[in-house]
């Protein structure tokens, strides 16, 4: 069958936060079947997904969870003593990089994948997000900025996890923001660790990082990248087609609300054989040594 996974070991590290700027120490740890993935202190969407309940708030959640879901880690804890979780060098290579040295253990215990069964779209003006129901997962994403440094990219991408890996494509990609925000953002108390270390950083006209972009695509495919570990606050992997044009965390998070609230739109599903699973799946979650 597709088993759950967790950690094999404990493994630490220590970083800045993006937008408190603050220096952050996180452990990821193992956790038992049917965990899932919990976040331990020992609301705001704007420009990160947060996780708060009974006033304790993890902001800048998304690229670990991009990772963890991209390494098919159903149950974890997760313990940071800080209000976010550090941003490392943007993307999610570093968490994927940290999961991977941690090792990667089955479980006795079905994987639950949370199954889109119609489809279910949420819009902001001309922004937009829908989920709509197949055999695997594929995310379609298109951008639009009007800034030349994005517009010589490539604005829209397709990642399908049956001939694309995660690693490969999707999790080196970085956030990205432009210098004239900079002075507005930290009057917000926002982007305070933000640097040329940690983010693709943009004047008026061209890309300020002396080396460059790690993708042709790298804009677009760091919103996919966010859309993974925003999606993956479900709980459970997705089956199911994602399709997004200028979307960002709130409407991420808008639009799996959406999914949830109706229980005719979605259900639970695992497969006791491999064989038996869509086979992007079964591609992108391989039985381990």
């Not at 993307?91 to 199954?115: D, M, V, Y």
């Not at 890996?165 to 432009?178: D, H, I, N």
Request: contains cysteine; negative net charge; proline residues 3%.
């Amino acid at each position: 069958m597709l088993r759950q996974r967790t950690l094999k070991s404990v493994v630490k590290a220590t970083g800045v936060g993006l937008h408190s700027g603050v220096k952050v120490s996180l452990m990821l740890r193992p956790a038992q079947p049917d965990t899932g993935v919990v976040f331990r202190r020992v609301g705001d969407t704007r420009l990160a997904s947060c996780l708060e309940k009974d006033g304790v708030k993890v902001a800048t959640v998304e690229h670990l969870m991009s990772a963890l879901a991209g390494l098919g880690i159903d149950n974890i804890y997760v313990d940071v003593d800080a209000a976010e979780l550090p941003i490392m060098d943007g993307s999610a290579a570093p968490f994927a990089f940290l999961l991977q040295s941690a090792g990667i253990e089955e479980q006795n215990a079905a994987k639950k994948f949370l199954r889109v069964k119609k489809t279910v779209e949420v819009k902001d003006g001309d922004k937009w997000a829908r989920l709509s129901p197949l055999d695997g997962f594929t995310l379609d994403f298109s951008i639009v900025f009007n800034h030349p440094a994005v517009d010589r990219a490539a604005s829209r991408a397709r990642i399908d996890f049956a001939d694309q890996s995660y690693l490969r494509e999707v999790a080196r990609a970085r956030t990205f923001g432009f210098m004239q925000d900079v002075e507005t953002l930290r009057d917000q108390g926002l982007a305070l660790g933000g640097s040329l270390e940690n983010a693709i950083v943009m004047d008026e006209y061209r890309v300020l990082n002396s080396d460059g972009l790690r993708y042709a695509d790298e804009f677009v495919k760091h919103k996919i990248l966010d859309a993974i570990g925003d999606l993956y606050l479900a709980g459970h992997p997705l089956l199911g087609a994602f399709s997004a044009h200028k979307s960002g965390h709130a409407l991420n998070n808008l639009l799996l609300r959406e999914l949830l609230t109706d229980a005719s739109a979605w259900e639970l599903v695992s497969f006791q054989r491999a064989e038996e699973a869509p086979g992007n799946i079964a591609r992108l979650y391989p039985q381990l040594a």
